[in-house]
């Protein structure tokens, strides 16, 4: 989790409640969280959305913001990373970028590899 959004989390938590640190933060269950989706997205009138697409929405971003797969993976659980590789259609510009470097490595005459 990002450090910003821990600070904020334990400043808001720390302003109402007196949370010890084995105690849930969020103690709801499933069927309320769906429940709490059914009823927002009907209140603000957009299209309702699976939890689990949140979930796919997290992992899009950190492809977008260049994390690796592995790393992607770590984060969110996956026990394969070929679960993450599903997202693969992601990354079209990253091809384009290997490409680009490629072409670059082979038009310098010089290079500043040393010879092991």
């Not at 969110?76 to 470097?101: C, N, W």
Request: aromatic fraction near 12%; charge should be positive; hydrophobic fraction near 35%.
């Amino acid at each position: 989790m990002p450090e910003f959004l821990t600070n904020e989390i334990k400043e808001y938590i720390n302003g109402f409640y007196k949370i010890k640190p084995k105690d849930l933060i969020f103690n709801f269950s499933k069927s309320y969280l769906h429940h709490e989706m059914d009823r927002g997205s009907t209140k603000s009138q957009v299209k309702r959305i699976r939890i689990h697409d949140l979930r796919h929405s997290h992992v899009s971003l950190l492809i977008e913001l260049g994390f690796f797969a592995t790393a992607i993976a770590d984060r969110v659980g996956y026990e394969s990373i070929d679960i993450t590789y599903r997202y693969a259609h992601l990354f079209p510009s990253k091809q384009k970028e290997m490409a680009l470097s490629l072409t670059q490595v082979r038009s310098n005459k010089t290079n500043d590899w040393k010879d092991y």
